[in-house]
């Protein structure tokens, strides 16, 4: 496994391990319905957008030895004034395919992501993980990330759903 950064010709492997992760992720989350609506077209001009920005995110892929791209991470300073400017970062996303869970790309995109904000000057960093999603909050906290308190009710497929923020030093 390979991790780099993202191309805009990456865009479509990213929008497919988008959809189908979520799909697998939060199937016992969110209405089935809203989930087979997701859509990998409409998700690939999205990342598209994102990865031509001038202002664009850090996104990095995880591909396979052939190549294949079966995660991906994003991330950011975070987006509001809450902390100091320019010392946290967000990690706005970490998805990967799920016939690849369990066997280390998740772990190894994390620690690579929690690499590049080390070296973009971050000192701390944060992210919203849903509450029902066990296994996603134990990935985080296997890493170290903590739960720091903060708790937001957000309204996806028509379902008021739980996030927790969670934090994590990235200098030890």
Known sequence: MTVREALPEDAAAVAAVHVLSWRAAYRDL???PYLDALDVEERTAVWRARLTA???PRVLVATDTGGQVRA???FRAWPDEEFAPGTTAELAALYALPEVWGTGVGRALLAASTEALVEAGFRTA???????NTRGRRFYEAAGWRPDG????EETGGRILEELRYRR???A
Not at 126 to 132: D, E, M, P
Not at 150 to 153: L, R
């Open 169 to 171: 030093d990235l200098f």
């Open 126 to 132: 944060a992210l919203w993980v849903l509450a029902g």
């Open 54 to 56: 001038p202002d664009r």
């Open 30 to 32: 969110l209405p089935r």
């Open 72 to 74: 991906f991470s994003c």
């Open 150 to 153: 903060k708790v937001v009710q």
